[in-house]
Structures are given as C-alpha cells and as structure tokens.
C-alpha cells in the first residue's frame, strides 16, 4: 500500500515538475515575439479616419444647407495658430485664407511657401476638396506642411466652410437631394418622374461645381 502510494506521489510530482518546464519554455517563446508584434498601433486609427464614416450622416450638401456659420467660427479657432482669414491678413505658418473657397488648390497666396504636396496638387477648393483636406490633410495631399490632424466631425468641417464663405465667398453651394434615387425605377409615377428631373436640372450646375475633384 505504501509503496503505491509513494508511485503515485511519485508521478504526480514528476508531471509537475514536466508541466513547470512546459510552462517556462512556452512563456520564453512567446515572450521572444512580443517585442515585434505591437509596434504600429496608430495604423488602426488612421485608418478609421479614412473609413466610410462621412457615408454614415447627412451628404456633404445637406450639412452645408443646414450648417451655421457662427459655429464654424467658432471652430476656426483650431486653426487659428496658423492662419488669418481676415481680408489681407498676414500670412503665418500657414497662408490667409480669405475668400480660399473655389481657387486653385494650394496656389491662392502667392508669396507662401507651399509645400509641393499641396501646389502640386492639381484642382480647386471646391467644397468636396476642402471636406477631404480638413477629414485628413495628409490623406489629402501626402506630404504637405500643414501639421494638423483633421477635424472628425463632418458638421464642425461644413460649418468651417460656411464660415469660410462668408470671408471673401466662395463657389454656390451644392443643393442638397431630397432622397437619393432609385436608378431605372420603373414603379414611380409620372408626377414623380418629372419632379425627379426637374431637381436633376436644378442640380446639373451644383454638381458639376462639386465632381471637379481629381481622384
Ligand atoms: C499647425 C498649423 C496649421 C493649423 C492648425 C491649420 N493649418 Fe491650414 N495650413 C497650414 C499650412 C502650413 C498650410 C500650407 C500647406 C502646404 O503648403 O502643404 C495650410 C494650408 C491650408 C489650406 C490651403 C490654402 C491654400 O491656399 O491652398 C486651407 C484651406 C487650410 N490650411 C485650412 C485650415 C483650416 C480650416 C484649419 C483649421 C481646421 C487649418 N487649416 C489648421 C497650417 C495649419
């Protein structure tokens, strides 16, 4: 009886001891990965930057109809370390931005140092480039001067805009769609279909304005 219960014993602690090693081994293993795996965390976020957020809300027409200006100054005062928007205001780390809106993309003060990134960049500020520029200024023009990370909030980039609008002007503003439409619906009624081509007309010269953009 004693000496089965000293085997027992015996084999109990020899598995210990073989799972103590196991553990020790294993844990050395992994810790030897560690060091390399988590290294880049940010690229997740940027990502999310990037990511389908703006098809989420209201179009970028509808938050312009809807937006205030006055909030959009108050925003501006993010921007305000590095720009004047006043007519003729002085140029700082980045350009003044009077009456930007519209012009050529990264040509609008002539005496500003512009980074390549961003004068060469082909194209307007209509109010798409301007919405892309200020989601993700590097996303936008890679490599550009401008260190600032982007405002995430698609009304706080709209009401920018209209403040923005009010400082020397701007192209008109897009007319926002009632309700996207159906292609080839053939279930709308006459009545409907005309009232569909009418806004279709009244937004041909928005949205040319705003499909500009070079992609
Ligand atoms: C840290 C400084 C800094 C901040 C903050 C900043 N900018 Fe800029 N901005 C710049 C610089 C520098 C440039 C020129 C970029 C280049 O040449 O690549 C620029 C360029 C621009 C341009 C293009 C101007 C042109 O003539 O083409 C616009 C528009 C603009 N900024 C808007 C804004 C708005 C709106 C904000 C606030 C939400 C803002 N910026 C915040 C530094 C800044």
Redesign the pocket.
Known sequence: MGDRLNTIFGWVLFSGVVALGLTSISSRIFHADKPESPENPGFLIVANEDGGEADAGPSLATLLATGDAAKGEA??A??????TIAQGGAD??????YG??G???????PG????????DHGGD?TYEN?DH??TS?RAF?D??????A??SSAE??AN??LY?LANGGGPELPTPEAEPLPEGDEAATEGEVEAEEATAEKDGEAEEVATEEPV
């Open positions: 925003v501006f993010k921007c305000m370390a590095c720009h700082g780390i980045g350009p003044n931005l930007v809106l012009k050529p993309i990264g040509q609008h003060e500003f140092a512009y980074s390549s990134a961003l004068s500020w301007v520029w200020l200024p023009a490599g550009t001067k401008m260190s600032f982007g405002l706080d980039r920018i805009m923005m």
